[in-house]
């Protein structure tokens, strides 16, 4: 079975600081990763996602993660931090079994908060 | 175009009423999900239709009844709900069930209060 863990469910940055959100992954295969964004009473949009072209994947908004087999995870960064980056992030893996292949698990979330 | 609509945005009902979600894509995509999110959670799956037709039923209670009347259309009817199934039910698509790098695209949600 293939599982995502989110460390830290509140990260807080003042504006312009480096943003890093963490994902770890398991998989006993080649993961598909997916980075989500959900502002307030909104449903998810997708930042990034990962499907082994590029070790290195840009998404939207200035957001970028990197996938290190090595360390098993695909962090998500972003170099200078907006208020409107204040949001909850969840990093999600793509199902690899037959019956339900593609299917999303996804973690906990991690609530960034953006001082001002 | 990718957007996936959802309507009503708000819906309050009583335990004894009878009420129906609706998610709409216009993307020509097969997939069509309904998921459950309680505040501070992760999404989690409800149902997935593939098709037109169910494929996955996450052992949903039959107080919620799915249903997809065409390729663009997805319903969630709900009857005798309880107060714990309050929540924000997000509808989403993608191209097809089964391709582990599709994209979901998701609805901005029904905010439900059950009372």
């Known amino acids: 079975a293939q599982s995502v863990t989110q460390l830290g469910s509140h990260v807080s940055v003042s504006e312009g600081a480096l943003v890093l959100l963490r994902c770890n992954y398991s998989?006993?295969?080649?993961?598909?990763l997916f980075w989500y964004v959900q502002y307030p009473n909104q449903g998810l949009q997708l930042l990034l996602k990962?499907?082994?072209?590029?070790?290195l994947v840009k998404g939207i908004n200035g957001f970028e993660a990197e996938f290190k087999k090595s360390e098993t995870s695909f962090h998500l960064t972003k170099p200078s931090a907006h208020m409107s980056d204040a949001a909850e992030y969840f990093c999600a893996v793509s199902d690899d079994r037959g019956s339900t292949l593609g299917r999303l698990y996804f973690g906990r979330g991690t609530q960034l908060t953006v001082w001002p | 175009d990718t957007e996936v609509t959802q309507t009503p945005k708000h819906l309050v009902m009583g335990m004894t009423n009878k009420k129906s979600l609706k998610c709409e894509q216009h993307m020509g995509h097969r997939a069509m999900y309904w998921y459950k999110q309680k505040a501070k959670k992760p999404p989690e799956l409800m149902f997935v239709y593939s098709y037109e037709k169910l494929s996955i039923n996450e052992s949903v209670p039959s107080r919620f009844s799915p249903e997809c009347p065409n390729s663009s259309l997805l319903n969630l009817h709900l009857h005798a709900l309880q107060p714990e199934d309050s929540a924000l039910y997000l509808c989403a698509s993608s191209q097809e069930v089964g391709v582990r790098t599709d994209t979901q695209y998701f609805g901005p949600g029904t905010r439900l209060t059950v009372l």
């Open positions: 998989s006993s295969v080649p993961p598909y």
């Open positions: 990962y499907t082994s072209a590029a070790t």
